[in-house]
T-cell receptor, first 113, second 115 residues
Framework: GNSVTQMEGPVTLSEEAFLTINCTYT??????LFWYVQYPGEGLQLLLK?????DKGSNKGFEATYRKETTSFHLEKGSVQVSDSAVYFC????????????FGPGTSLSVIP | ETGVTQTPRHLVMGMTNKKSLKCEQH?????MYWYKQSAKKPLELMFV???????ENNSVPSRFSPECPNSSHLFLHLHTLQPEDSALYLC??????????????FGEGSRLTVL
């Protein structure tokens, strides 16, 4: 079946630390890959995406590269801020007749000053 | 302001009550979704409406009844719920042009507590 696996949280980092959140996927065909973020008390919002192998998505200092050979889409940021504290969801989208998006379980990130 | 508005933000109901959740999108999208977010579980896709037609019912119990009167509005009617139905219910929308993009726009959610 189609699924997304993320590293277990919660993750706690000091401000300006380097962030990596691992994500791997299982899918039939060639999905698009996404990272969504959910800030406290809010809904999810798209952070970045990649639609084919070797594409790199980036936004707000976050990056992730679509690795087909390792079926991975790890999220990285060089220097996190307190405002990055949120839950991060890796997701894939299948090319069906509608936007069928399958989410991972989410990784909670807390950044402390 | 995300362009997707959900009401109410918080709802407490007994197991015998009937209530509804409402979602409205102002983005000109043509697909709308209900997701359930429970603690320590992945987001669960419940229903999908594509151009007002229901295209997926993800084995959701009949005590949840969706309604999509037009492409801008989506409702989730609730009746005889169970305590395990307590969760955050998220509405989302997307726009299909030449095909699905996977880009969903979410509302802030309706936090439901069933006593």
């Amino acid at each position: 079946g189609n699924s997304v696996t993320q590293m277990e949280g919660p993750v706690t980092l000091s401000e300006e630390a380097f962030l990596t959140i691992n994500c791997t996927y299982t899918a039939t065909g060639y999905p698009s890959l996404f990272w969504y973020v959910q800030y406290p008390g809010e809904g999810l919002q798209l952070l970045l995406k990649a639609t084919k192998a070797d594409d790199k998505g980036s936004n707000k200092g976050f990056e992730a590269t679509y690795r087909k050979e390792t079926t991975s889409f790890h999220l990285e940021k060089g220097s996190v801020q307190v405002s990055d504290s949120a839950v991060y969801f890796c997701a894939l989208s299948l090319k069906t007749s509608y936007d069928k998006v399958i989410f991972g379980p989410g990784t909670s990130l807390s950044v402390i000053p | 302001e995300t362009g997707v508005t959900q009401t109410p933000r918080h709802l407490v109901m007994g197991m015998t009550n009937k209530k509804s959740l409402k979602c409205e999108q102002h983005l000109g999208h043509n697909a709308m979704y209900w997701y359930k977010q429970s603690a320590k579980k992945p987001l669960e896709l419940m229903f999908v409406y594509n151009f007002k037609e229901q295209t997926e019912n993800n084995s959701v119990p009949s005590r949840f009844s969706p309604e999509c009167p037009n492409s801008s509005h989506l409702f989730l009617h609730l009746h005889t719920l169970q305590p395990e139905d307590s969760a955050l219910y998220l509405c989302a929308s997307s726009k299909r042009e030449r095909g699905p993009t996977g880009e969903l726009f979410f509302g802030e959610g309706s936090r439901l507590t069933v006593l």
